[in-house]
């Protein structure tokens, strides 16, 4: 937790879309609210639970495509500063001293795509930095969604060229983004946040981990993203953390897929078996601990 004074961003919304995890993103806006002092926080859910953030209800949003129209569409409505900080529920604020006052000079900074290089690269929309201006023209029928796009490409690829050529919208280069946030890259530096479970072995605390897999649906704790973030545990010899994380996943998926879901990330058969068999192991001793205790 941050001690010292919060970063001034009261020019800044903080929020977040979401009703399938929403507790989760009302942690992540917690969290980020402890490094940052917001002019506003929202939680747009269909949910009516406890939060430190300004609740806006919303319809079920119940697929990527109803949250891509959310989020471009309605969003905007709500935000009355000149910029906002659209986060996940994983991702979120970690070191408020990577803040750069540069980063206001840019309508739209993300994480970089590193699979890109043709000079659009920037970026991912689960934890970015957008200015109004923006949002409004998103907003526009100038700008229609377009099926089996996700939000952040339409805005970092499908339509960037014409916001740029014709709005004047500017996207933060690669190496602003790199100490914005990351995702599918390692960072080459502190970063003021970051997206997706699969980094959140840099984060996490054992109890953290445990109050998370707590909040979070069993299809959440059975994605891709997670058992990679499984893997990442492994590969860092972080054994607590990783017999934790097995043993709930292992309550709502079978040991042969769980094996067969590491070999799909990239894992060879025995590793991803000796994984498997690993975290067996420390949950046999978990358990015997616990009753000898």
Known sequence: MNSGPRLDLRNVTVCAVDCV?????????DISSRHCEFGDAILF???????????????????????????????????????????QWDGYVVDPAAWRDEFFQYDYIGARWPWHNDGMSVGNGGFSLRSAKLMRLLASDAFPLVDGIYEDKLIGRHYRPRLEAEHGIRFAPDEVADQFSFENSSPPGPTFGFHSPHNMCRFLSE????????????????????????ANYFCR????????????????????????????????????????????HL???????????
């Open 21 to 29: 995890n929403p507790r989760l993103a009302s942690r992540a806006i």
């Open 45 to 87: 859910t269909h949910e009516d639970i406890c939060a430190h953030a300004r609740i806006m209800r919303t319809p079920h949003l119940a697929s990527r495509e109803a949250y891509n129209d959310y989020v471009l569409k309605e969003m905007i409505e709500y935000i009355h500063t000149p910029w906002v900080l659209v986060i």
């Open 207 to 230: 109890q953290e981990l445990i109050a998370l897999l707590d909040m979070a649906t069993p299809r959440t704790i059975t994605s891709r993203a997670m058992i990679v973030l499984l």
């Open 237 to 280: 010899f972080e054994f607590a953390q990783l017999g934790i994380l097995y043993g709930r996943t292992s309550e709502h998926m079978p040991t042969d897929e769980i094996r067969t879901m590491l070999t799909a990330i990239g894992m060879s058969a025995d590793l991803g078996a000796y994984c498997v068999t690993l975290c067996e």
């Open 283 to 293: 949950g046999h001793r978990a358990t015997a601990q616990h009753v000898a205790a």
